[in-house]
Nanobody
Framework: QVQLVESGGGSVQAGGSLRLSCAAS?????MGWFRQAPGKEREAVAG???????YYAASVKGRFTLSQDNTKNTLYLQMNSLKPEDTAMYYC???????????????????WGQGTQVTVSA
């Protein structure tokens, strides 16, 4: 069973930055970040394939950046120029085996972190 340990959430003013971390207990085939605001559907933010190919939602492209520390088996999401509409619970997701579906589809992933809250004030 894969364990995903998240950290880095918090409260910032618009224009500020945060870096989210997701440490995985084992090797993963693909990983991603999703977010969900109250009353909203879970939304894909960014994803990374085993080969390193990265995906970003249009709403965060140019502001958010994925990086990976393979030694620590940790995925990072650097979030810059944060906006109030970025406010949500952010979840790390992973799949240990071959990944079906597109990167942004929730059903692609078998394992999920506990979530870390990001709040951006105007």
């Amino acid at each position: 069973q894969v364990q995903l340990v998240e950290s880095g959430g918090g409260s910032v003013q618009a224009g500020g930055s945060l870096r989210l971390s997701c440490a995985a207990s084992g090797d993963t085939y693909c990983m991603g970040w999703f977010r969900q605001a109250p009353g909203k559907e879970r939304e894909a933010v960014a994803g990374i394939e085993k080969n390193g190919f990265r995906y970003y939602a249009a709403s965060v492209k140019g502001r958010f950046t994925l990086s990976q520390d393979n030694t620590k088996n940790t995925l990072y999401l650097q979030m810059n120029s944060l906006k109030p509409e970025d406010t949500a619970m952010y979840y790390c997701a992973a799949e240990r085996y071959r990944c079906a579906y597109a990167w942004s589809v929730v059903d692609r992933y078998s394992y999920w972190g506990q979530g870390t809250q990001v709040t951006v004030s105007a």
